[in-house]
């Protein structure tokens, strides 16, 4: 299997100046919420598999991001990321406070995009023994690879968002991989 | 332990749904009602700050009054008596 960095919901950025022109006037903020919604929103619903609750942790998302732009200070990555940032500290902080199981709901055609064809086995088969590794991973691994893969986000977006070190997430996504990718040749040894 | 749960949707989210979620006048609002209930709050907490010194600055000037008003009182004065014990032979 491999999977092919071709995130369809690829975001138009806004750039730094912008920003700094949200920070004078906050009205201007809506180009950031207009600019971000859909993939935030997307990410959180990927990450929920419910639609309320998405949507709740987008508004809390974006009234954090209203209350602190004036804190924003340009780090060499997309404002975006900063974004996903507070994304995903509103996700973790509703899982610990509720102590539910994490949810990564993954749309079948997504798969089918970023999966090779030529697989040489049945797409439906692939797609339940994909969820069953996918499972055995790490919290972490699936984090990254959901980032990457799902977001389209860079190595250093995505070492921005979890608040890791770039190495760190480029050897945990590669063993990740490696491990999917074990995985699935010894089912098609068997 | 299982962390995490996997589910594969059939459908993906379509535009037109998300659409429905997005409420900027809304977020707005929010942050409006924030605000001003922390610019509420600071000026609670300023006032209080405020009547707190004038209340310390009152209680000061009335207990210094009240210290100038008091008579002063002469204090007798003590006199230690000390006897020294001369020895025997030395004129006193």
């Known amino acids: ?190 | 332990m299982r962390r995490h749960d996997i589910k594969i949707r059939r459908e993906s989210l379509g535009q037109t749904r998300i659409e429905k979620h997005k409420d900027f006048g809304g977020l707005m609002k929010v942050h409006e009602r924030r605000q001003m209930r922390k610019l509420l709050v600071r000026n609670m907490l300023t006032l209080m700050a405020v009547l707190f010194l004038i209340a310390l600055v009152i209680y000061g000037s009335i207990k210094l009054k009240s210290a100038r008003e008091e008579p002063v009182e002469d204090k007798p004065q003590v006199f230690i008596e000390q006897t020294i014990d001369y020895p025997d032979g030395i004129l006193r």
Do not use: C
């Not at chain 1, 950031?32 to 949507?55: H, K």
């Open chain 1, 1 to 190: 299997m491999d999977l092919k960095n071709d995130a369809t919901y690829r975001r138009n950025e806004i750039t730094a100046e912008q920003v700094e022109s949200i920070k004078k006037d906050i009205n201007q903020f809506r180009v950031v919420y207009d600019t971000y919604f859909d993939s935030i929103f997307r990410f959180l619903y990927r990450r929920s598999d419910n639609e309320a609750l998405a949507s709740e942790l987008s508004s809390n998302t974006f009234l954090k991001a209203l209350e602190n732009i004036k804190k924003y200070e340009y780090r060499g990555v997309p404002f975006s990321s900063w974004l996903y940032r507070i994304a995903a500290n509103e996700l973790n902080k509703f899982y610990r406070k509720n102590s539910k199981v994490q949810v990564f709901s993954i749309e079948e055609e997504r798969i089918r995009e970023v999966v090779h064809d030529d697989l040489g086995e049945d797409i439906e088969q692939m797609i339940d023994s994909l969820k069953m590794y996918l499972e055995e991973l790490k919290d972490e691994e699936l984090n990254i690879l959901e980032l990457r893969f799902y977001e389209g986000l860079e190595f250093t977006e995505i070492a921005y968002v979890l608040e890791k070190k770039e190495s760190a997430v480029k050897m945990r996504l590669y063993r990740s991989l490696e491990k999917l990718r074990k995985k699935f040749k010894s089912k098609e040894s068997k």
